[in-house]
């Protein structure tokens, strides 16, 4: 298992991409977690087997409206996620999009 933390800058936020990035993790069986940043980035951490983080990476570019100017990722010290989450911009649960 490997873990990843991910910085997408562009047209990301109030476009639908955090529940696109979640169904496309939970579809591929991928935990973690996304959420919104201040400076209009999103952050994304994902824990699974190196390939399926890959095919997670490219499937992003896919999500509708929204426009991947950039994208960061960085390989963590393994972490264990309870399935796949979408944070508040401050850490918390999200209770809706």
Known sequence: MKTVEIFITGRVQRVGFRACVRKIATDLSISGTVFNLPD???????TAEPMVL???ISTLYGCPRAVIRDLKVA???????EGFSVL??????STGL
């Open 75 to 81: 390989e963590l010290p393994p972490r264990v996620f």
């Open 54 to 56: 890959e095919k997670f």
């Open 88 to 93: 508040k911009s401050d850490g918390r649960f």
């Open 40 to 46: 209009g980035r999103v952050q994304v951490y994902a």
